[in-house]
């Protein structure tokens, strides 16, 4: 079994998983869930997620925030768009697979010839070709396989430091932690200096987004999950959900005769 290793501690992927199907019980049990007339029904934990956000809040701006800023001022667009190409390349690997998992089979090829070609003639990844030759990403996780194969959303989540998520993305976890290509490393200072790495450039790259939200959102959370929600709905369904049904299109039912 896949050990992942977090500030020097070991932890089985099959245990982070456990942990947080453990946490969301514990939300169960504890925080209730939110009701009113303005109650979302896709986030019926939010007392407990709107806590959760507000830690990672805190965190994200006493560290991340700082180091992702740090890192954009320093750090010359050149080598940080190499850093992100090499990042992309990696997940493109695992693109591939699930693309298969869910007999895509345009998008596995799309996805196969970007690692092709962006390993072989990108310098590792460094050097995007694949979009310079027209070849089209397509992003796909455990998530979304199982979202393709009919397994619903369930619950919004927040979850500590990952931030926004599903119950079902919150299962498929671990298999994405599996199928990530810097899990493979074995040397273990090497894959955390690339995991916080990765971690930085990420958030570097929601700076100016971050500055929108500040902006226009009258409430950062609701924005926030909102969004997620959206885009996770529009990437299983590859940009084409269905209409959702709502209360007033539903057929009458007919009482039978007595």
Known sequence: MKT??????????????????FALLICLGLTGCATGPSANSADPLEPFNRSMYKFNDAVD??????VATAYQDVTPKLVRQGIGNFFGNLSDAWSVVNSVLQLKAEAAVSNLMRVSFNTIF??????????????????????????????????????????????RDTVALSVDFKGDALSQFSDIPVRNALLATRVVDIRAGFLKAESVINDGALDKYSFIRDAFLQ????????????????????EPVETPAK
């Open 61 to 66: 701006q006493a560290v991340l925030k700082p």
């Open 122 to 167: 990108g310098l590792g990844g460094i050097l995007d070709v694949a979009t310079e030759l027209k070849l089209e990403r397509h992003k796909e996780d455990f998530g979304q396989t199982l979202g393709h194969w009919g397994v619903g959303a369930g619950p919004y989540i927040v979850l500590p430091i990952l931030g926004p998520s599903t119950l």
């Open 4 to 21: 992942i290793y977090f500030a020097g501690y070991g932890f089985s992927s099959f245990k982070i998983n456990r942990l947080y199907l």
């Open 231 to 250: 885009r996770r709905r529009n990437a299983v369904y590859d940009g084409n959900p269905p209409d959702e049904a709502s209360p007033e299109d539903a």
